[in-house]
Nanobody, 119 residues
Framework: QVRLVESGGGLVQVGGSLRLSCAAS????????MGWYRQAPGNQRELVAT???????TYSDSVKGRFTISRDKANNTVFLQMNSLKPEDTAVYYC?????????????WGQGTQVTVSS
């Protein structure tokens, strides 16, 4: 099992910044991709950003240029720096850890942290 503990959510004004953290523990040797997803009320969960074990990153178009994902391998922690926040960024943000190999993938999820951007 892999345990993910998120922190750093909260209330921020439009244009502000927040930094989310996610600490992983347990069978982390199986993980090769970590990332952040978010879910707003009435919407499906959507990908925000991912980072692989080789530090390759991907971002959704809606956050490119504003959000930055990074990781501290020594401490098994992944971060999401969110700048220039907009009201549409309001959602519950979930940390994800995945073991992805050809033909198979398994995902672990954190409990979620609320991010609210007020206008």
């Amino acid at each position: 099992q892999v345990r993910l503990v998120e922190s750093g959510g909260g209330l921020v004004q439009v244009g502000g910044s927040l930094r989310l953290s996610c600490a992983a523990s347990g069978r982390i040797f199986s993980i090769n991709t970590m990332g952040w997803y978010r879910q707003a009320p009435g919407n499906q969960r959507e990908l925000v950003a991912t980072i692989t074990s080789s530090s390759s990153t991907t971002y959704s178009d809606s956050v490119k240029g504003r959000f930055t994902i990074s990781r501290d391998k020594a401490n098994n922690t992944v971060f999401l720096q969110m700048n220039s926040l907009k009201p549409e960024d309001t959602a519950v943000y979930y940390c994800n850890a995945a073991s992805i190999v050809p033909g198979f993938q398994y995902h672990y999820w954190g409990q979620g942290t609320q991010v609210t951007v007020s206008s």
